[in-house]
C-alpha cells in the first residue's frame, strides 16, 4: 500500500492512507516550495494519498 511523489527526476514512496503534507514532510520536501497533482488535479496538503497514486510535485520558483 504505497503512493508515488515524482520531484523532477526523483521518486519517493510513501505509505498510502497519510496527508500530503505528512508525506512531503517524511521526504524532507518543503511544502511551501511545490505545487503537488493528482492526475492533473491540483491537491491540498489535507489530502490523503491513496494506494497507487503517482503524485508530481512541480517546484515553485520564486525570487526577489
Known amino acids: 500500500m504505497t503512493a508515488k ?3 523532477r527526476n526523483k521518486e519517493y514512496e510513501v505509505k498510502s492512507g497519510m496527508a500530503l503534507l505528512d508525506a512531503l514532510k517524511k521526504c524532507g520536501i518543503v511544502p511551501e516550495s511545490i ?3 493528482r492526475e492533473g488535479e491540483l491537491m491540498t496538503e ?3 494519498l491513496k494506494d497507487g497514486d503517482v503524485i508530481k510535485l512541480v517546484a515553485v520558483i ?3
Open 35 to 37: 505545487i503537488a497533482t
Open 46 to 48: 489535507d489530502e490523503l
Open 5 to 7: 511523489l515524482i520531484l
Open 62 to 64: 520564486s525570487g526577489g
